[in-house]
């Protein structure tokens, strides 16, 4: 769902035979509450893949430069396995794909 799909105006309407704004219709935005839970819901999990994303390629570079050692190695597995999990079941609560987590940037490509 785009952003644009969630702010859908209404048709411009006068009240009781008066226009507003000197002669100008108001104009109302009518938001679906369902349809913006679910994109707020859908940007604020994307930059929470995004970061885990990025935390794992920080873990795999400190593993490779040696900087930590084989129990933090397996603390911080063990807490990206979880954050995996909930990040996955949060997006089933959601109701979206995995594909929807991929946001598109335009020229810059895809987000993840």
């Not at 979206?96 to 987590?101: A, G, I, K, Q, Y």
């Amino acid at each position: 769902m785009e952003l644009r799909d969630l702010l859908k105006p209404a048709e411009a309407r006068e009240i009781e035979g008066e226009a507003l704004d000197g002669g100008a219709a108001r104009r109302r935005v009518e938001i679906d509450p369902e349809a913006l839970r679910g994109g707020l819901g859908q940007l604020a999990l994307t930059l929470i893949k995004l970061i885990h994303e990025l935390l794992e390629k920080q873990a795999l570079r400190r593993m490779d430069a040696g900087s930590i050692d084989d129990d933090q190695i397996e603390a911080i597995g063990a807490a990206l396995m979880r954050q995996a999990d909930e990040i996955e079941r949060l997006r089933v609560v959601f109701g979206l794909e995995r594909e929807d987590l991929n946001l598109d940037l335009g020229p810059l490509g895809r987000l993840l």
